[in-house]
């Protein structure tokens, strides 16, 4: 039997540098050691002196090397780089987060300095079997291409590229897809058909992030599917000033716990865990009655969720805007301006466009 801990997003920003071992508490540690693998979502590299700041990203997140005793005394030995912050420190930042983690003896998979290094699958020798590890992200300027750093993209050409011969190196293979709609519980349907297609090439288990609150588990074809496992550790002040959206479910996660046996389906235990925003200390929480779920009871529609997820974005924007309008003055709002792209306004209309057209079938 392998056992591995899976946890949610984790970003290392400043708020974290006093003692940042002791941001994880002890009976937390003790949960991810005791596993043959700890694995976590790493949502922002390590800024560098020097490194680019992501010009379309808002806000532009950075990682600090101060932090990184918090995940080498955590125990972790793999993590996810596949984030839509990936880039966020420029092909500088993740080349040195890269490094970093292979200096300290911890693999990194999902993003690289060209697209073949992204998609390219890690293996771990662990408990006596071969562990794989392949991550995605959802589509931006922040995924690889060709030369070009960033992130794996995710996308069901990739994955039938990918999966299969992935399977045919490794024992056990598990898949992150950073994806889905923010501050949304609902799971997005186009993200439960590639969650799947995932598992139907070959996944043992799929590890999802991104909408930073906790979203179900699916049981697919005896396999589990993580939609969200939420934050693990992550500053919500971190750029996006006073924002209150989900505020609560911003400082929940869950803890993954799979057990992946030799010829029978993995099993698993999900262990919620909170912090306090001011505090920023990560503890298990009492449970929470996560929701599991079986095929195929997700929706066939992503209305719902578009329309849902677009409003709670729109909304934290608006809030920050307000917020950071109210700390600098009317000033802010003619910078502001210089940070809209057209791919801004593309995805806000494609997104109405869509929820009408669904609503309409």
Same mark, same amino acid.
């Given at each position: ?9 984790l970003?290392? *920003? ?6 940042? +071992? ?10 991810? !050691? ?6 976590? =979502? ?5 800024r560098? $002196? ?51 983690? *292979? ?17 390219r ?5 662990? #408990? ?16 690889? *291409? ?6 794996? /993209?995710?996308? #069901?050409? =990739? ?9 045919r190196?490794?024992?056990v ?5 950073h #994806? ?5 519980? $609902? ?8 969650? !799947?297609?995932?598992?139907?090439l070959?996944?043992d288990?799929? @590890? ?16 589990? @599917? ?9 500053? =919500?002040?971190?750029?996006?000033? /006073? ?5 609560? +479910?911003?400082?929940?996660? /869950?803890?993954?716990v799979?057990?992946f ?10 262990? &919620?865990? +909170?912090?306090d925003?001011?505090? %920023? ?8 009655? @996560? ?25 934290? +924007?608006? %809030?920050?805007?307000?917020? %950071? ?14 940070? @809209?792209? &057209?791919?801004?306004?593309?995805m ?9 057209? $669904?609503?309409?079938?």
């Amino acid at each position: 039997m392998m056992q591995v801990a899976f946890v949610g997003d984790l970003g290392l *920003s400043s708020r974290l540098l006093a003692d940042p +071992e002791s941001r994880i508490s002890p009976g937390l540690v003790q949960i991810l !050691r005791s596993c043959d693998m700890a694995v976590a =979502n790493l949502e922002l590299p390590i800024r560098v $002196e020097g490194a680019s700041t992501a010009p379309y990203s808002h806000p532009s997140l950075a990682g600090r090397l101060e932090a990184w005793p918090l995940v080498t005394g955590a125990g972790f030995g793999a993590l996810c780089l596949a984030s839509n912050h990936c880039m966020d420190s420029g092909r500088k930042g993740l080349a040195f987060t890269r490094y970093l983690a *292979s200096r300290s003896g911890i693999l990194a998979f999902g993003a690289g300095l060209d697209e073949t290094e992204a998609r390219r699958t890690v293996i771990a020798e662990v #408990a006596g079997r071969r562990l794989g590890l392949l991550g995605y992200c959802k589509k931006g300027p922040f995924t690889a *291409s060709g030369t070009k750093a960033g992130a794996a /993209l995710l996308s #069901a050409g =990739n994955m039938r590229a990918d999966i299969p011969e992935a399977r045919r190196m490794c024992d056990v293979l598990v898949v992150s897809m950073h #994806a889905g709609m923010e501050f949304v519980e $609902e799971v997005h349907p186009d993200v439960a058909r590639l969650a !799947r297609l995932a598992v139907d090439l070959g996944a043992d288990c799929v @590890i999802g992030h991104h909408p930073h609150v906790v979203q179900p588990v699916e049981i697919y074809r005896g396999k589990p @599917i993580f939609y969200s496992l939420g934050n693990f550790l992550f500053d =919500n002040r971190a750029g996006a000033t /006073l924002c209150k959206v989900q505020w609560h +479910e911003r400082h929940r996660g /869950l803890v993954a716990v799979v057990s992946f046996m030799d010829e029978s389906h993995p099993v698993f235990e999900t262990i &919620p865990v +909170e912090y306090d925003p001011d505090d %920023l200390t990560v503890r298990q929480a009492p449970p929470s009655g @996560i929701e599991t779920v079986s095929t195929p009871v997700l929706p066939s529609s992503g209305a719902a969720a578009d329309s849902r997820g677009l409003g709670r974005i729109v909304r934290r +924007e608006l %809030l920050t805007i307000a917020a %950071l309008t109210r700390l600098h003055g009317p000033s802010f709002l003619f910078s502001l301006t210089s940070d @809209i792209r &057209p791919r801004h306004l593309r995805m806000i209309w494609n997104s109405i466009l869509r929820v009408k057209r $669904e609503k309409t079938v």
